[in-house]
């Protein structure tokens, strides 16, 4: 039964869009975590892990401040976004409010005996016997207990509690006071700010401690789109915007559609570019916030909730619709085909179906996080980032969707459920389930080797799915057990799905992209 179901599904790829042979975007063709090509696989990895066959030569940052966007496999090419940080150095030194503070002012300071208690309790023996983070706060406050009165504890809770932290090591008053004057004062350049140091006789220790906190260059960002070729890794273009640093950069998953691809960047921009020669078609600002998610192609329109859902016509970035009651998230539109009709499906605050001819929302039912739903006929599994959302699934019509069932213990801020055959393979906090598609019936229930954010593609009827430290695993998918058949270190950036392209693998490491091969199934030797 699990077979000829696969087999069904697999036929029914090759009914969506010129790139179906491809996977030419986040969750694959059908955004449904089916890899396009079903080859022969071995059910075991070598001892020694999988086969390199390349590694990008040029490098394309990921993590970190590089992003967690997964790869695109599409006519011969593997594409990805990054973004590549780089300074540029400034003459002036400023000692801006955030460093003012990371020093340890800026608080409200008490006067009196109280100030005199704190500064002697920083200092104290009982203070320096205290190791571990937990035990230096259970102390803090149990000491603010004691020593602040009720009308202490919010004016001078925040100074209490930063400079018991710090202990020995906090900068002394007379410094902290020194330091003030000069908080956002822009000095012309370093030999001013050296002037400043010796008048104020400051030590080189906290002159090296404050000189940390002040900037000596501007950090830049250019939103990357790269392309590099499927057989050797070679880059065959890189197209480069400004955008804007981030903590963990920008995350979108290129979408390669009739020789386009299009792109959401780090500075609220979003690109549609030649596939082939990476010119640029068309680009628009859409957004003054970071963009993490992925187009999609619906009724002829580039889709995206960009804050509002936004359309563009493919070929000229004209905006053909906005709807705003579905706002800005980090998730992708999955399509949603009924009575030969295709419509959209997005999990953003909630679960909402809209008519991509015009925006018109059907129907929202609750949702939550950065899940993409999976769909199976006219059922929809989408995996919240609550308790109260859990793993639901809904029954969806065009008038409405009727929730079937709901399991509570399963939440993750931006894992992906993956449906296969009658059941849902869900992995969310380490947690992996089985559960039956139209009943809701846990078949088991298994702690595993996983990360957050996990998003199971199905090769060959297998599961591939991100494990810890860099892993990919290789997990037979049935409703009896959780058999993982191999699991081998590949460098894979956490959060990341490879692409597909046969028996190839290709993964985001750190440094760029890096290309392995399948081992396939040996055939049967003749008796």
Not at 186 to 196: F, G, I, S, T, Y
Not at 325 to 333: D, F, I, L, P, R
Request: proline share 5%; charged share 25%; aromatic share 8%.
């Amino acid at each position: 039964m699990k077979r000829t179901a696969l087999l069904a599904l697999a036929a029914l790829l090759l009914t969506f869009g010129a790139q179906a042979a491809d996977w030419n975007q986040w969750r694959g063709p059908n955004r449904n975590g089916y890899a396009p090509h079903n080859p022969k696989l071995a059910d075991e990895w070598p001892k020694t892990g999988l086969k390199k066959l390349w590694e990008t030569e040029e490098r394309f940052p990921g993590g970190g401040h590089g992003g967690y966007g997964s790869v695109t496999v599409a006519d011969g090419h593997v594409y990805l976004f990054c973004t590549i940080n780089y300074n540029v150095p400034i003459e002036t030194r400023t000692l801006d409010r955030r460093g003012f503070q990371r020093l340890g002012g800026g608080n409200k300071r008490p006067e009196g005996e109280l100030l005199e208690k704190i500064e002697a309790a920083r200092i104290s023996e009982e203070r320096a016997k205290l190791k571990g983070g937990r035990a230096v706060q259970n102390w803090i406050k149990e000491w603010m207990g004691k020593n602040l009165n009720k009308d202490q504890q919010k004016p001078f809770g925040r100074f209490t509690r930063d400079r018991l932290y710090r202990g020995k090591g906090a900068a002394p008053l007379e410094l902290l006071d020194k330091l003030a004057k000069i908080s956002g004062k822009v000095h012309k350049n370093q030999a001013e700010l050296d002037k400043w140091f010796a008048d104020n006789a400051i030590s080189d220790n906290w002159r090296k401690a404050i000189s940390r906190h002040i900037a000596t260059y501007v950090a830049h960002t250019h939103d990357t789109i790269a392309c590099v070729d499927a057989e050797t890794g070679k880059t065959v273009w890189k197209k480069q915007y400004p955008g804007q640093p981030r903590g963990y950069g920008s995350s979108c998953t290129p979408t390669v559609v009739d020789g386009r691809v299009y792109v959401t960047g780090s500075n609220g921009g979003v690109f549609c570019l030649d596939a082939k020669t990476g010119d640029e078609v068309w680009t628009a600002k859409a957004s003054k916030r970071e963009l993490t998610c992925s187009f999609i192609l619906l009724n002829g329109l580039a889709i995206a909730p960009l804050g509002p859902l936004t359309a563009f016509d493919p070929k000229t970035g004209e905006v053909k619709w906005q709807q705003k009651q579905v706002g800005y998230n980090h998730s992708s539109v999955v399509p949603w085909t009924k009575d030969g009709k295709t419509y959209g499906v997005v999990n953003c605050r909630k679960v909402f179906c809209f008519d991509p001819v015009d925006g018109k929302v059907l129907w929202s039912v609750p949702g939550g996080g950065w899940s993409t739903p999976a769909i199976s006929g006219d059922i929809a599994v989408v995996l919240g980032n609550n308790g109260k959302v859990g793993v639901t699934a809904y029954e969806m019509s065009k008038t409405g969707a009727k929730k079937l069932w709901t399991i509570s213990k399963l939440a993750d801020r931006g894992a992906s459920p993956i449906i296969v055959g009658d059941y849902v393979y869900a992995i969310a906090r380490k947690t992996a389930m089985c559960i039956e598609l139209k009943t809701g019936t846990v078949k088991w229930d298994k702690s595993v080797r996983a990360n957050e954010i996990v998003a199971p593609v199905l090769l060959d009827g297998k599961l591939f799915v991100e494990g810890p430290k860099g892993s990919v695993q290789m997990v037979d998918p049935t409703p009896e057990q959780c058999k993982v058949l191999a699991r081998t270190r590949v460098g894979l950036v956490a959060c990341t799905t490879p692409g597909f392209d046969g028996n190839r693998l290709y993964v985001r490491t750190a440094k760029g992209i890096t290309c392995f091969e399948l081992p396939g199934k040996k055939a049967a030797e003749p008796k």
